[in-house]
């Protein structure tokens, strides 16, 4: 990455991950899933200064939290609890994508500047470790850990 260069410039071609100080970053995490899905997102740490998000959207589907319905869910670091249970709905149903967004002046923003996530995977969830698009890359700004599991 060059000095005047930011992720989401090296985004802009359609790369789905670039290569930051010898980590891979990407602006989108795609996973597969079906209906029953169940994915549970645990907060670990937000930067206390700024209103942190991470956004959940299905492809031809639902979630499910707390009995309520969206095609896409955004839990912000300052409203939502700290651990929440989603369910995924649709027969229809193939994929689930996730990134993270950020609070600029009441707006919600994502994509932007240096906005990316590092995924690291561990046995029993993906630990994400999100940028917001200010400032120089910092994958601190928002910490989740994210856990997918089939039912049956």
Request: hydrophobic share 45%.
């Amino acid at each position: 990455m060059s000095a005047s260069s930011t992720l989401s410039d090296q985004f802009a071609d359609g790369a789905e991950t670039v290569v930051h100080r010898g980590q891979e970053v990407r602006p989108l995490l795609r996973l597969a899933v079906a209906e029953g899905t169940r994915v549970r997102v645990e907060r670990i740490a937000a930067r206390p200064d700024r209103r942190q998000a991470l956004k959940l959207a299905t492809v031809n589907g639902l979630l499910e939290v707390n009995e309520a319905t969206s095609e896409i869910i955004t839990l912000w670091s300052d409203t939502s609890p700290d651990v929440v249970e989603l369910t995924v709905l649709g027969a229809q149903v193939r994929r689930l994508e996730v990134w993270n967004a950020w609070d600029l002046g009441g707006l919600e923003t994502a994509w932007l500047g240096n906005a990316g996530m590092i995924v690291e995977p561990s046995e029993r969830y993906l630990a994400l470790h999100c940028s917001d698009g200010l400032g120089p890359p910092s994958f601190t700004d928002l910490q989740v850990h994210l856990s997918v599991a089939q039912l049956g």
